[in-house]
């Protein structure tokens, strides 16, 4: 097994951190916008990347999609 990266993750607290709360009120709004989609927005198969970046971006244009469709819809 491969691993890339050395990120660590941090621990629950007691406390949040204004950056954690921050990133979880994001996470809460992305989370209603794609309630009503039907689609996750990716397309169906099998996808390599030569680079992160390009899943990356692979992957917020799918987001991207998904928040549209569900708009559309919704």
């Known amino acids: 097994m491969r691993t890339v990266g050395n990120k660590l993750i941090a621990q629950p ?6 950056a954690a709360l921050a990133q979880a009120a994001v996470h809460q709004a992305t ?5 009503p989609a ?18 990356n971006q692979a ?3 799918a987001l991207v999609r998904a928040i549209a469709l569900s708009q559309r819809h919704g």
């Open 13 to 18: 607290q007691l406390q949040p951190s204004a």
């Open 59 to 61: 992957s917020e244009e």
């Open 38 to 55: 039907l689609t996750c927005g990716v397309r169906k198969g099998v996808y390599r990347y030569a680079t992160h970046e390009a899943a």
């Open 31 to 35: 989370a209603a916008a794609l309630l």
